[in-house]
């Protein structure tokens, strides 16, 4: 009886494996457009296919976003588009002109954004703070 209790038990916990990911983006320029955040799971789709993607219009200096996603690696990103236009506006040598970031607050340097800078572990309900910049 106990050995079936603990099968049971097991694979309750197995199958409800998703956590809350929480992002508070800082340093929104209010009024201005929306923030969008766009989550990214595996190197192989970094930048090109998100898994899911929220928008919140730009109304508070400080925007929070939830997410529920099985325990794994991710990447975030967020930016701020400034014109509504649902996407990163980008300038000369492709330099973002409208404020952006990633998790692990990650800042590229003259070149586009590493995975291997940007991911982490989700393991358990977690919040993540990512200054817009």
Known sequence: MIKIFAILLLSALLSSSKVILRVEVKNVQVGKGSVVADIFH???????????EKTIKA???IINFTFEIPAGEY?????QDLNNNKKLDKGIFSIPT???????NYRPFM?????NGCKFWLA????????LK
């Open 98 to 104: 409208e404020p952006y970031g990633f998790s692990n």
């Open 59 to 61: 109304d508070s200096s």
């Open 42 to 52: 595996g190197k192989n789709n970094f930048l090109k296919k998100h898994l899911l």
């Open 111 to 115: 070149s586009a954004p590493k995975y």
């Open 75 to 79: 990447v975030v990103a967020v930016y």
């Open 124 to 131: 358990r309900d977690t919040v993540i703070t990512i200054n």
